[in-house]
């Protein structure tokens, strides 16, 4: 069973940092794309960033050059690590992978202030 755990969510003020983790388990992480969705209050999830298997990286245009995914495959971990923030991006933050059946994960909050 695939389980994924989100951490690292916060509250910071606007043009702060936050680094997010997903720790995957019950799944062979190294084949797997990964990716981090979010959802705002009254607003539909939303893909922000995904990681192949090789580790190419692609962004919604909202995040691009402020926001990077990357992944470590001995720890079976996959970050988000979120710079110059807005308040804009205040959301859940969801960790997701497409590994036998769509998995996610309880997703963790990110608070951002102007």
């Known amino acids: 069973q695939v389980r994924l755990v989100e951490s690292g969510g916060g509250s910071v003020q606007a043009g702060g940092s936050l680094r997010l983790s997903c720790v995957a388990s019950?799944?062979?992480?190294?084949?797997?794309?990964m990716h981090w969705y979010r959802q705002a209050p009254g607003k539909e999830r939303e893909l922000v960033a995904s990681?192949?298997?090789?580790?190419?990286?692609t962004y919604a245009d909202s995040v691009k050059g402020r926001f990077t995914i990357s992944r470590n495959n001995a720890w079976n971990t996959a970050y988000l690590q979120m710079d110059s923030l807005k308040p804009e991006d205040t959301a859940v933050y969801y960790c997701?992978?497409?590994?036998?059946?769509?998995?996610w994960g309880q997703g963790t909050q990110v608070t951002v202030s102007s």
């Open positions: 997701n992978t497409y590994y036998r059946n769509n998995n």
């Open positions: 019950g799944m062979n992480f190294k084949i797997a794309a």
């Open positions: 990681i192949t298997s090789s580790g190419t990286a």
